[in-house]
């Protein structure tokens, strides 16, 4: 009888899952590990005399965090049809909650749980967006091409969420989920005039937030020319330098790099190289031909996912699929043009690699549910 049981829940016999894209989950999650042990390792330990205190907890969160992937991943995906109202109204909840919590760096982005460490809501907004567009998709893919299905009740979504980031403020996080949602949105089938519309609406509220913000208006101009902002002693000076010793960083690098815990950079001159500027320790360190390397493999896990949302059973399903792995594609595209000073600084992390544990279990509990997905049961 216990047996039976069993092969009814968690451990019953089901189709494969999809290797390849397995595989390449689990090596970033490796890659960043090792990269996150060596960028963090001097401003560890002059801020809690500690090297491995970013790793040691990246290393828990990661274990859970393939926990969570394996579970998803043997979990039926139909299951978050139900779950995906209730997900979004939890998220709106928590990112109201985050707006009453103390600053940290100028943000309200965290919400502190006692004894447990700290929560990032916005993480949690953008898994409920995909889920909730999936769901409307899925259930309306033969009306999208209508202005009151293909644009109405996604953008009432987006509006409420991106609000409430804003209010925080996360512009970063505001952006992406705004990119997630248009892809989702033309792969569902929205007329390309409609996203035309959307887009430039996004566009005109960006213009607001860059002329009439100073916060923003900052943010231009150190993109425009770091090193010059950086010198006067201007208003953003702060964000320059973090923008200047990135760019040494990744010259610094060169082709082959100075080696596998040889950053120079990461010693107190670059701010923030266990998170949202990793990849230039990576540069620095592994060189070009390292930074080749995992955007090479960044490149491939989203190719892969997209495979599996083509070859998805349902609709549900391919949009579950292309909308999870969208969101890794274009956080990782952000990021590295950031880092790059590409486009103006907005602070995003690199996933799998970046430090910080509500990301990564996140992360790879939505790597589970594609795997899902990927054994192709209806």
Known sequence: MHRTAARKGLLRPLP???????????????????MLCSASSAVALYRRQDAFAYVRPQLLYAAMGLGAMWMASRVDYHIYHKLAWPLLALSLVLLTAVLFMPEYNGCKRWLVLPGLGTLQPSEIAKFAVVLVFAHIIALNHDRMDSFAVGVVPFALVLGVVAVLMLLEPHLSGTMLLLFIGLVLM????????????????????????????????????????????????????????????????????GLMGQGL?????????????????????VCEELGFIGAVIIIVLFALLVWRGFMIGMKAPDKFGSMLAIGLTAQVGIQV???????????????ISLPFFSSGGTSLMMLLGEM???????????
């Open 261 to 281: 815990g040889n950053s120079r950079q990461k010693h107190l001159f670059l701010p923030e190289p266990q998170n949202d500027f990793i990849f230039a320790i």
């Open 186 to 253: 033309y792969v569902g089938g929205t007329r390309l005039v409609y996203l035309l519309i959307t887009i430039g609406g996004g566009g005109a509220a960006a213009a607001f937030l860059i002329f009439f913000k100073g916060y923003e208006r900052e943010r231009i101009d150190v993109w425009l020319d770091p090193f010059a902002v950086f010198s006067s002693g201007k208003a953003g000076k702060d964000m320059a330098w973090q923008t200047v010793q990135s760019l040494y960083a990744i010259g610094s690098g």
């Open 333 to 347: 595209v952000f990021n590295m043009a950031v880092v790059t000073n590409t486009i103006p600084n907005t602070g």
């Open 368 to 378: 589970g549910i594609v795997l899902s997905v990927s054994r192709g049961e209806t």
């Open 16 to 34: 494969p899952m999809d290797l390849p894209f397995l595989v390449l989950v689990l090596t970033l999650v490796a890659f960043g590990l090792v």
